[in-house]
């Protein structure tokens, strides 16, 4: 996992993810605390190892929500063709991260409903 990852910081009042945009990370909470929004209402609050992002990146969709730092944060993050190799190389991993996913979501993940998976070729 770590060697597909880097560091990022993020100052107190930065926006990680708007809902509706075209997210292409993963995140991990290392350090700081992040706000979580659906439309304007605050929905979670996320401290270290909490992490983020993996919903657009499973569906091939859209941010489902917006996330915004309520200190100052440090993230390890992924792009999404990491992500998704990561998980294909373990398929209990991958099935974890579809469980949380599925819950967070309040319905199953899968099948998806997104635009063409092609992030893999090439």
């Not at 659906?38 to 969709?61: C, H, M, Y």
């Not at 309520?70 to 579809?98: H, S, Y």
């Amino acid at each position: 996992f770590s060697r597909r990852t880097t560091f990022q910081e993020f100052a107190e009042g930065s926006y990680i993810i708007r809902e509706g945009d075209d997210n292409q990370f993963f995140y991990l909470l290392y350090e700081g605390q992040l706000i979580v929004k659906k439309g304007r209402t605050e929905v979670a609050l996320l401290g270290p190892g909490d992490f983020f992002g993996e919903i657009s990146l499973l569906q091939n969709s859209l941010a489902q929500a917006t996330i915004v730092t309520r200190t100052p944060c440090r993230c390890l993050i992924m792009n999404k063709r990491e992500f998704i190799q990561f998980l294909a190389k373990d398929f209990t991993v991958g099935l974890r991260f579809e469980e949380i996913s599925s819950q967070r979501l309040g319905q199953p993940i899968f099948p998806l409903r997104g635009k063409s998976f092609d992030v893999l070729r090439g």
